[in-house]
Nanobody
Framework: QVQLVESGGGLVQAGGSLRVSCAASGLTFSSYTMAWFRQAPGKDREFVAVIRRTVGTTYYADSVKSRFTISRDNAKNTVYLQMNGLKSEDTAVYSC????????????????WGQGTQVTVSS
């Protein structure tokens, strides 16, 4: 049974930093492209960042580029999202997702999802 479990969310002041993690089990982690999405109240789920399987290349949404960094540790079956320079508009539930594909900004391209972790940025 595949499980993705996020952790590390919380309350942070604007301009601060936070790192969220996603621990995976039940799958061959290195064979999966991993991504982070977020969803704010009343809004659609939004792509944040992706790190591709095998080659480890990354891609970011324009709204987070240069502020957020996605990384993975295949030995620990974990993907991270380091968030710097947080803004109030970054407030959302952050979820990780796993795909056997090459990576997509479309949530429909992902096979497995975590439950999410709340990130709240106070201004």
């Amino acid at each position: 049974q595949v499980q993705l479990v996020e952790s590390g969310g919380g309350l942070v002041q604007a301009g601060g930093s936070l790192r969220v993690s996603c621990a995976a089990s039940g799958l061959t982690f290195s064979s999966y492209t991993m991504a982070w999405f977020r969803q704010a109240p009343g809004k659609d789920r939004e792509f944040v960042a992706v790190i591709r399987r095998t080659v480890g290349t990354t891609y970011y949404a324009d709204s987070v580029k240069s502020r957020f960094t996605i990384s993975r540790d295949n030995a620990k079956n974990t993907v991270y999202l380091q968030m710097n320079g947080l803004k109030s508009e970054d407030t959302a539930v952050y979820s990780c997702a796993a795909s056997t594909g090459w990576g997509s900004v479309n949530p429909a391209g992902y096979d497995y999802w975590g439950q999410g972790t709340q990130v709240t940025v106070s201004s």
